[in-house]
């Protein structure tokens, strides 16, 4: 990832325009600011929510509240809690997420 263009500027994202994405159980509301390739995202996952597909894109992720279980294709299941964040390449392993109580991230990707 490389960072250009981006005037030095702050986010309030309570004014960031929502977006709502069914899963197989649940919704995720994202707001979503975008810099040329760059996204970087708020989501709030619904209590109970599953994600509807196995995703490959390269996140780096942190857990601001609740709790996220990211299950990877391989088996795995690793458990964030607020202050824990994960980082994945483009396609080095497909993982899907699940938030049993709901949850919100901040996602760069």
């Not at 005037?7 to 995720?28: K, L, M, N, Y």
């Not at 619904?46 to 990211?70: F, M, N, P, Q």
């Amino acid at each position: 990832m490389k960072l250009t263009n981006i005037p030095f500027q702050t986010t309030d994202w309570s004014h960031v325009p929502r977006e709502t994405h069914a899963g197989d159980i649940g919704i995720a509301t994202w707001r979503v600011k975008r810099h040329g390739d760059i996204r970087v995202r708020m989501v709030d996952y619904s209590a109970g929510y599953v994600a509807d597909h196995w995703c490959e894109k390269g996140h780096i992720l942190l857990c601001v509240a609740g709790e996220l279980h990211t299950r990877l294709k391989d088996g795995r299941v690793v458990v964030l809690t607020p202050g824990m964040s994960y980082e994945v390449a483009d396609g080095a392993e497909a993982h899907r997420s699940e938030a049993p109580q709901g949850a919100t991230l901040f996602i760069v990707d």
